[in-house]
Every structure is written in C-alpha cells, then in structure tokens.
C-alpha cells in the first residue's frame, strides 16, 4: 500500500463506530469539500482502503474489536498515508502513545469540527510539499551516507534502499537538515514543522526524533544524526551536502 497523491477534493475516510459523531464529521468535511467514507471498525476500514484512493485517515483510538492503536500500527507498517488520532481521553500518556504508533497528529474528545478540519487540511499541505522551510535550494540533501529527496518526499538509505517514513518524519527530518549544527528548541522545531496548529504538545517531537532514530542512527540509543543537547532541544550533527 503506498501514499496516494493529494487531490483537489481530499478523500479522508473516518474510522468511528459512533454514529452521531461519525455523521457529524462527515457532513462538516463534506461541506468543506471533501470526500468522506465511513467505518466503524478495522474490517470495514481494510475494504474500503482496497476499493477506494485515500488521501487521509482520522482514527478513533476506542473502536470495537481491533482498536485504534492496532489498527495505527498496522496502516503504518504498509503504508506512509496521513493518520489523525481521535482519543476520548486527553492525558499526555495517551498522545504519545498514539504518535509512537505512527500517528501524525492527534485530537482528543469533544473537538471542534473546525479544528478537525484544520488539522487534517494542516496534515495534507505538509504531506503535498505547500508548506516549506525556509532557504530550501536542492532537491536532495546528503547526510552521513543518507539522501533525503524533498521532491519525492523520500529517504533512501547508504544502500540505496527507501525506508518507510511517515509524513511528519519526513518534515521533521528535512527541517533538521536544513539546519545542521544548529541547536533547535522543541518549540523552535514545533513552528517550523507543524506551525501554531501544533499546540502546546512538546512531547510530540520527542516521539518523532525517537521514531526517526530508530530507522536512521546505528543505535538509536548512542545517536550520532540527531544529537540531545539537555535543556536545549536537538542538534543535526552531519555535515549536509546538496545536488
């Protein structure tokens, strides 16, 4: 399964098995222009994943028998599409545990469809390249034997091989890139990765570079890419080259 292209009219399938809730997101979305599908539970969101072209997914974490986080796992380990957690429970423990599933984003219960809206609209721009970080002036960064291609959206390995990595890896990793040898906040790469729609999460970023590190670093608990400074934020420590 791979990562279908952005359309103009984005096909996001909802995975609620509330149906007050489900038919609400969905003619919110629809009114937004958007395609909505529904399902209410991980049998219904395989069959339409195989029929239909998906460009997003918004997962409720509580679902009937497979739940969100399996089903997260899951989607992840085939596919880089968009994840957008839905979580009745708004504690920090639950959040990260969403992202380190794989998850993209996340939104707690009782939301806003407005703000559904936007972060899924967010989730798109970032995944079709729109939003940018700034002085970007090659199509391919290299690192430590790594190739990062921002115009495929890609990362291939010393070997030449490409390794799955979800849409907020990838931008997270491109805005270290960019910026080597330089120590970045976690509020500083917030901004630059996700902007204000990120909220005040922090930890989220320490769940990406996590994530990152385990498939970049030869040992993710020694890393030499991305480097903790205490009481700083992250350090990209290679020497970047572009062609």
């Given at each position: 399964m791979t990562t279908p292209a952005i359309t103009a009219t984005p096909h996001i399938l909802v995975v609620e098995d509330d149906r007050e809730i489900s038919a609400l997101v969905a003619r919110y979305l629809r009114g937004n222009e958007c395609r909505v599908s529904l399902a209410a539970d991980g049998r219904e969101m395989d069959r339409l994943l195989a029929e239909s072209r998906i460009d997003l997914v918004v997962l409720d974490l509580m679902l009937p028998g497979e739940d969100g986080l399996s089903l997260c796992r899951r989607l992840r380990s085939a596919s880089a599409i968009p994840i957008l957690m839905l979580t009745a429970k708004s504690e920090e423990i639950d959040r990260i545990i969403g992202l380190e599933t794989g998850a993209d984003d996340y939104l707690?219960?009782?939301?806003?469809?407005?703000?559904?809206?936007?972060?899924?609209?967010?989730?798109?721009?970032?995944?079709?390249?729109?939003?940018?970080?700034?002085?970007?002036?090659?199509?391919?960064?290299?690192?430590?034997?790594w190739t990062l291609d921002t115009g495929l959206r890609q990362v291939l390995s010393p070997e030449g091989a490409r390794i799955a990595i979800t849409g907020a890896e990838f931008d997270l990793l491109h805005a270290l890139c960019l910026r080597p040898g330089r120590v970045l906040s976690r509020d500083q790469l917030l901004d630059l990765t996700q902007g204000r729609s990120a909220g005040p999460f922090e930890?989220?970023?320490?769940?990406?570079v996590s994530r990152i590190r385990q498939k970049i670093e030869r040992d993710a608990r020694s890393p030499e890419i991305i480097r903790t400074i205490r009481s700083g934020g992250y350090l990209f420590a290679p020497e970047v080259t572009r062609s």
């Open positions: 707690a219960k009782p939301f806003n469809p407005r703000e559904l809206l936007a972060r899924i609209r967010a989730i798109l721009r970032r995944g079709a390249g729109a939003e940018k970080p700034e002085a970007e002036e090659a199509r391919r960064l290299h690192f430590h034997g930890r989220s970023i320490d769940v990406l």
